[in-house]
């Protein structure tokens, strides 16, 4: 078995998959530099990242697996593991060794796995476009805190932009410490310099006196108009939250300041 080290994008990935076809490794262990230890045994190739050979890579999967797999590949990249990187490396290797249609074969352990990925970080993904609600700070930019399973702003970053073209926003990403800033004409990518949590969380979030004026009223009416339209005698929790799991509920207006 042999180690690559990677530098953890999706590139990186694909020029690993290209190193592995030019060495003539069949085997290769994935690994990122944070998460390969010098005293390992034996030694580790290091890849560098080449985006002409990473580019050669996906059109030649492009050209071997149809439109839903390759959608499918680069939704389970957000994953952001590397247990799923070294999924989709083999996954790849495999797709290159077999005939056309082997990516449509769901009794191999890669295809199906593949699958129940990307399937997971989807559901992540339309959770967000569902959950995230905005506050609007006194300097009227409206943001929003998150912390998703999976790494899933750059899935959603076209459907923020679309939906509120109109104001300028930043969703953040407190696990992963980046965030998404749409300045009314595009979304770039923001980084906070390392500062302690507690600290990065209230920047982005704001405390209450640095809401807009009228934030806390629109907050005060939403929750209103969800109690007064609940029918308790009709409530099912078991089933409200099997739509709305528990952890989305910090990100939702009218469960108050509920935390999980």
Request: charged share 25%.
């Amino acid at each position: 078995m042999t180690s690559y080290i990677f530098d953890g994008t999706f590139y990186g990935l694909l020029s690993a998959v290209f190193e592995s076809y030019e060495r003539k490794h069949k085997q290769v262990r994935l690994y990122t530099h944070t998460a390969y230890s010098s005293d390992m045994f034996g030694g580790a190739i290091t890849v560098t990242t080449n985006p002409e050979k990473a580019l050669r890579v996906w059109k030649g999967l492009n050209g071997r697996i149809d439109a839903q797999h390759r959608e499918e590949f680069y939704t389970s990249w957000y994953a952001d593991d590397l247990k799923t990187w070294q999924l989709l490396f083999d996954y790849a290797l495999y797709i290159f060794e077999h005939p056309a249609g082997a990516d449509r074969d769901y009794g191999h352990a890669l295809v199906l796995g593949l699958s129940q990925v990307a399937r997971k970080v989807s559901r992540e993904r339309h959770r967000m476009k569902a959950f995230i609600r905005f506050e609007k700070g006194a300097n009227q930019l409206y943001h929003a805190v998150i912390k998703p399973d999976y790494d899933v702003l750059p899935l959603i970053a076209e459907h923020f932009r679309q939906r509120y073209a109109d104001q300028a926003w930043v969703i953040y990403d407190e696990q992963r410490h980046y965030g998404l800033y749409y300045d009314l004409h595009q979304v770039q990518e923001v980084v906070f310099e390392a500062v302690p949590a507690a600290q990065e969380h209230a920047a982005i979030r704001q405390e209450d006196t640095l809401l807009d004026s009228q934030e806390a009223l629109y907050a005060t009416l939403w929750k209103d108009y969800f109690r007064n339209t609940n029918i308790k005698e009709r409530s099912n929790l078991k089933l409200h939250i099997q739509h709305v799991p528990k952890r989305y509920w910090r990100y939702l207006t009218e469960k108050g300041d509920v935390r999980y």
